[in-house]
C-alpha cells in the first residue's frame, strides 16, 4: 500500500487532486475552528469543559460537524443540511412523478435535482441555523450547566436582534460554502466530496475523544478500546465489501449491419444496501423524545417524563438499545424499497435484451430480484443493527454518560470505513489506468 501511495504522489495530475483536496479539507478544518460573530470563545470553551461532551440531543450532530456545532463556529452546521436535503429529494422522488421524471431524463435531470438539493440545503440551513442560535441564547445549548458562561453576550453596543441576525446569516453562509467546497473535491479533487468532509469531521474528533478514555479510565481500557476498534473495522470492511452477484446475459442483437450483445455481466447486490441512512433515520426518530422533554417542567418532573428520561433518553437503557435495534431494522427494509425497484430494473433489461439465466424476463425476473433482495437485506439489516448498538455497550462498559458522542462505534465507523473503501478504489481506479499497482490485491 506504501508503493501505491507513492505512485500516486508521482503521477502528475494524480498528485495535484491529491494534494487540492488536502488543501480543500484544511479550509474546511479552519472554518470549523473559527468563531462566528458575536460568539465568546473564551465562554464556549468553559461550557464545554464543564459539561465534559453531555450535550444530550447534539452529539451527533456535533460528530458530524468535527466538533464545531458547540463553539458556534463559521461552518458550525457542517454538511448535515445538505445531507438531510439529499434524502429528501431522495424520499419525494418516489412520490412526486415530475422528480422522477427528471432522475430519468439522464444527467440534465440529475443536474435540475442537484440544483433543488442546493436550494433545499440552504433553507434548512437557515432553519438550522436560527434552531441552534436559539437554543445557546437560552443556554438550552449545554442542557443550562453554564449559565454563568453565556455563550453570547448581552449589552454589547450592537442591538441583539441585529447580532443575532449576523450570526444566523454567517453560519447558513457556511453551510454554503462547505457545500461549495465539497463540489469542489468532487469535481477537481479525488471524488466524494461530501463524504470525504464527514470523514474529516469524524476524524478530527477521535485523538481528542481517545485521549479522554486513557485519561479517565487508564491505559488497560484504552488499549483494550483501540483492539476492540480493529475488530469491529476489520468486521465493516469485510461487510461493506461482501455482494451477491446476478449473472445477466444479453442476447446478441442485429442493428443495421453491426451485430450487438452476446455479452455476461451481473447485477451486485451489496450486503448493505442502504448504508448509513437507516442508522440516522433510527437516531433521528430516538432525538425527538429528548427534545420533547425540553417542554417539560425540569424542577417539578412526572410519572411519564422520568420514564422517558430513565428509557428513551438514556443510552444504557435495554428498552432504548431495543427501540433503536428494531428501527434501524424497519428502516433498512424502508430504504431498500425505495431505491431498489425490482420492476424497473427487470424492465430495463427485457428492454435492451438482458436476462438471468434460467429465469423467464419480465415478471419472472422482478419476483427473483425481490426475493433475492428480500434474503440479503435481513442479514444487512442485522449487520447495521450491531454495529449502531455498540457504542451503547461502551457507555455501560466505561460507565461513563460524557461518551454520548463516543466515535469508535456505530454511525461513525459506518461512515468512515465506507468513505474510506470508496476513496481508495477512486485513487486505485485512476492507478490501474496507468499500469501501476493498485492498493487492493
Do not use: H
Not at 114 to 122: E, S
Not at 301 to 329: A, C, E, H, K, M
Not at 361 to 366: D, E, N
Request: glycine share 8%; aromatic share 12%.
Amino acid at each position: 500500500m506504501l508503493s501505491a501511495f507513492l505512485s500516486a504522489f508521482r503521477t502528475p495530475d494524480l498528485r495535484k487532486k491529491l494534494l487540492f483536496t488536502i488543501g480543500i479539507i484544511a479550509i474546511y478544518r479552519l472554518g470549523a475552528a473559527l468563531p462566528s460573530p458575536g460568539v465568546s470563545y473564551t465562554n464556549v470553551q468553559k461550557c464545554i469543559d464543564a459539561t465534559q461532551g453531555s450535550t444530550g440531543v447534539l452529539n451527533l450532530l456535533n460528530l458530524f460537524s468535527g466538533g464545531a456545532l458547540l463553539q458556534l463556529s463559521v461552518f458550525a452546521l457542517g454538511i448535515m443540511p445538505y445531507i438531510t436535503a439529499s434524502i429528501i429529494l431522495q424520499l419525494l422522488t418516489v412520490v412526486i412523478p415530475r422528480l422522477e421524471q427528471l432522475r430519468k431524463e439522464g444527467q440534465a435531470g440529475q443536474a435540475k435535482i442537484t440544483q433543488y438539493t442546493r436550494y433545499l440545503t440552504l433553507g434548512l440551513g437557515v432553519l438550522q441555523a436560527s434552531a441552534f442560535v436559539a437554543l445557546a441564547r437560552s443556554g438550552q445549548l449545554f442542557q443550562n450547566q453554564c449559565d454563568q458562561f453565556p455563550i453570547i453576550p448581552e449589552n454589547t453596543g450592537i442591538p441583539d436582534w441585529l447580532t443575532l441576525s449576523i450570526l444566523v446569516m454567517t453560519m447558513t453562509a457556511g453551510t454554503g460554502v462547505v457545500m461549495w467546497l465539497g463540489e469542489l473535491i468532487t469535481g477537481r479533487g479525488v471524488g466524494n466530496g461530501m463524504s470525504v468532509l464527514i470523514f474529516t469531521s469524524i476524524a478530527a474528533r477521535l485523538p481528542a475523544e481517545g485521549w479522554t478514555i486513557k485519561e479517565s479510565q487508564g491505559w488497560a481500557k484504552f488499549l483494550l478500546v483501540i483492539a476492540l476498534v480493529l475488530v469491529i473495522i476489520t468486521a465493516v470492511t469485510f461487510i461493506e465489501q461482501s455482494q451477491r452477484r446476478i449473472p445477466v446475459q444479453y442476447a446478441k442483437r442485429m442493428i443495421g449491419r453491426r451485430m450487438y450483445g452476446g455479452t455476461s455481466t451481473y447485477i451486485p447486490l451489496k450486503v448493505n444496501q442502504a448504508g448509513v441512512i437507516p442508522v440516522i433515520f433510527g437516531s433521528s426518530l430516538l432525538y425527538l423524545p429528548q427534545l420533547a422533554l425540553q417542554f417539560f417542567d425540569q424542577n417539578n418532573p412526572g410519572r411519564t417524563q422520568v420514564w422517558i428520561q430513565n428509557n428513551l433518553v438514556d443510552p444504557t437503557s435495554p428498552i432504548y438499545i431495543v427501540v433503536y435495534f428494531l428501527l434501524i431494522i424497519f428502516f433498512t427494509y424502508f430504504y431498500v424499497s425505495i431505491t431498489f425497484n425490482p420492476t424497473e430494473v427487470a424492465d430495463n433489461m427485457k428492454k435492451y435484451g438482458g436476462f438471468v439465466p434460467g429465469i423467464r424476463p419480465g415478471k419472472p425476473t422482478a419476483d427473483y430480484l425481490d426475493f433475492i433482495l428480500s434474503r440479503i437485506t435481513l442479514p444487512g439489516a442485522l449487520y447495521l443493527a450491531v454495529v449502531s448498538i455498540l457504542p451503547n455497550f461502551f457507555f455501560i462498559w466505561l460507565d461513563r454518560q460524557q461518551y454520548l458522542n463516543f466515535p469508535f462505534g456505530g454511525t461513525a465507523v459506518l461512515i468512515m470505513v465506507g468513505v474510506g473503501l470508496e476513496t481508495t478504489k477512486q485513487i486505485e481506479s485512476q492507478l490501474m489506468q496507468r499500469n501501476y499497482e493498485g492498493f487492493l490485491r
